[in-house]
């Protein structure tokens, strides 16, 4: 994806693209390649297909879920930045917590924040259930790009959402969302599925929205090893 191409497809999911964006962008890209010379990254390094593969398939998040009126997302198990920055850079309206439990990472992140002068980006060096024991309740969306398990994932971000705050599941190819316990468990509920393929390679991805009914018990999360040892 080309960054003519890539400006096309950003614009039919109703984003226009200035170019402030795609200089931060073109950054990021070689931010990425750079740092992955030093700590594992991504396999994805080539600048046309990180524009396809990174930053459009994070941008896709907004087939589910208009942004703009967001307050504060939290992006879990981020990685090299992905959704998060990515729509940081588009929607500078949102609060953004990134967190991850590798500190390489945070350290690559804390660069392209400064680098990228973005605003109101908190970075979090720490698991998923260890930072959601301490920040219940505080986010009005969550969202992870193939993280864990389904019944795992949602035990690891329900409890950050608020009351009627969404977990958005970025989920690929023969990714089970089969998760019905433990939606009931955790007080929430499918709010909505999208199943759609990347433009160009025709890879398959699915959007999956949680919605939070009520508040979650003070049980969950619970420890990682109970975690994998008896999901919900």
Known sequence: MNLNEFKVEVDKLGIKVTEEEISKLEKYALLLKDWNGKINLTAITEKEQV???????????????DLSKIDSICDLGTGAGFPGVVLKIFFPNLKLTLVDALNKRINFLDVV???LNLENVTLVHARAEEYGKNHRECFDVVTARALSSFPI???YGIPLLK????????????????GVNA????NSKINNIIEFKLPFEESNRTLVDIVKISQTSLKYPRRYAEIKKKPI
């Open 113 to 115: 924040v400064k680098e």
């Open 163 to 178: 009351t009627c705050g969404h977990l958005i599941a970025m989920r690929g190819l023969n990714d089970s969302v089969d």
């Open 51 to 65: 524009f396809l593969k990174h930053f459009y398939d994070s941008l896709t998040l907004v087939k589910i879920i």
């Open 153 to 155: 994932l949602l035990e």
């Open 183 to 186: 939606l009931k468990v955790l």
